[in-house]
Nanobody
C-alpha cells in the first residue's frame, strides 16, 4: 500500500508562490504515477496535474504550476506561482499504478491519497 504525506501548505498573498511536497513510502515505486488535486470549500475535488510519461495540467493552472519529482527521495513537488484567491483549497497528492492513471487522467479516481495540506491565497 502506498503512503503519501503532503507538506508545504500555508498562506500567501495574491501573486505569490508556494512549493508543495509529497513524500511517498510503502510500495510506491517506478510502477506508480502520482498527481496533485485540490478541493475548495463547497466544490468537488479537481485534478491539477498528473505525471505519467508527461505532465498533464488542468487549464486553470497551466503556465503557473509545475510538477517535478526526485526519484531518489521518492518525492513529488508542486511549484505554484502567480497564485490567486481562486487557488485557495486543500491540496492532495495521489498515487496509483501507472496503467490505471492512463485511464484516470485528471479525474480523482486514484486509490492512494495523502491527508491534504491547506493552501490559502489572500487578495
Amino acid at each position: 500500500q502506498a503512503l503519501l504525506e503532503e507538506s508545504g501548505g500555508g498562506s500567501v498573498q495574491s501573486g505569490g508562490s508556494l512549493r508543495l511536497s509529497c513524500a511517498a513510502s510503502g510500495y510506491v515505486n517506478s510502477r506508480y504515477c502520482m498527481g496533485w488535486f485540490r478541493q475548495a470549500p463547497g466544490k468537488e475535488r479537481e485534478g491539477i496535474v498528473t505525471h505519467i510519461a508527461f505532465a498533464d495540467y488542468a487549464d486553470s493552472v497551466k503556465g503557473r504550476f509545475t510538477i517535478s519529482q526526485d526519484n531518489a527521495k521518492n518525492t513529488v513537488y508542486l511549484d505554484m506561482n502567480s497564485m490567486g484567491p481562486e487557488d485557495t483549497a486543500v491540496y492532495y497528492c495521489a498515487a496509483d499504478f501507472t496503467a490505471f492513471c492512463v485511464d484516470y487522467g485528471l479525474r480523482p479516481e486514484y486509490r492512494y491519497w495523502g491527508q491534504g495540506t491547506q493552501v490559502t491565497v489572500s487578495s
